[in-house]
């Protein structure tokens, strides 16, 4: 399974971002797909995830109101809407597929290249 993440940028705060992450292979109902960060110097973290088949979602605290996950099936493609933007939000953004929802990478078994997202104050 490869897992493309795209659409990252340089923004400025209070701007809006869309990521997409297209899985070269069908996702399946039982899958749980998540976004992650990791900004420099610290440890890779938790943004979201959604259940594919449900399309349950979950969000971290620091991003819930602002950041909204969604999942297009026919494209097999997860989406990452970001809005309102912060400096804090700048990492690289990773896409990962698991089998059972967590919000710990060691959950995630494949994993996207990162695309990076800088937020200018």
């Known amino acids: 399974v490869q897992l493309q993440a795209s659409g990252g940028g340089l923004v400025q705060a209070g701007d809006s971002l869309r990521l997409s992450c297209a899985a070269s292979t069908r996702t399946y109902s039982s899958h749980v797909m998540g976004w992650f960060r990791q900004a420099p110097g610290k440890e890779r973290e938790f943004v979201a995830a959604i259940r594919w088949g449900s399309g349950m979602t979950y969000y971290a605290d620091s991003v819930k109101g602002r950041f909204t996950i969604s999942r297009d099936s026919a494209e097999n493609t997860m989406y990452l809407q970001m809005n309102s933007l912060k400096p804090e939000d700048t990492a690289v953004y990773y896409c990962?597929?698991?089998?059972?929802?967590?919000?710990?990478?060691?959950?995630?078994?494949?994993w996207g290249q990162g695309t990076l997202v800088t937020v200018s104050s």
């Open positions: 990962a597929r698991a089998i059972r929802y967590g919000t710990t990478p060691k959950n995630y078994d494949y």
